[in-house]
């Protein structure tokens, strides 16, 4: 499986950002899609994930801010991330899970700065 993010950028607090991320290869279901972040000297720490059911999970530091949703069709996975804030700085990665094993995209940076 390969993932394949996108959407990233620099965004002023406050602001909007959108991230994708495509899966392609032996995509099984059920499946579970996510996001995870890694700011500088810190650990990666989990986001949001959701089920190929719709099932989602938040981390407490976005909920209400940021959404998680994906199109099956597309074996695609989006974060809406609203509210920005200076801390949700990161280097965020996408993440599939089927079958017991579990693949990583290759990281998208995610800047917010004034």
């Known amino acids: 499986v390969q993932l394949q993010a996108s959407g990233g950028g620099l965004v002023q607090p406050g602001g909007s950002l959108r991230l994708s991320c495509a899966a392609s290869?032996?995509?099984?279901?059920?499946?579970?899609m996510g996001w995870y972040r890694q700011a500088p000297e810190k650990p990666r720490e989990f986001v949001a994930s959701i089920t190929s059911g719709g099932g989602t999970k938040y981390a407490d530091s976005v909920k209400g801010r940021f959404t998680i949703s994906r199109d099956n069709a597309k074996n695609t996975v989006y974060l809406q991330m609203d509210s920005l804030k200076p801390e949700d700085t990161a280097v965020y990665y996408c993440n599939y899970i089927a079958r017991a094993v579990s693949y990583w995209g290759q990281g998208t940076q995610v800047t917010v700065s004034s």
């Open positions: 290869g032996s995509i099984f279901s059920p499946n579970l």
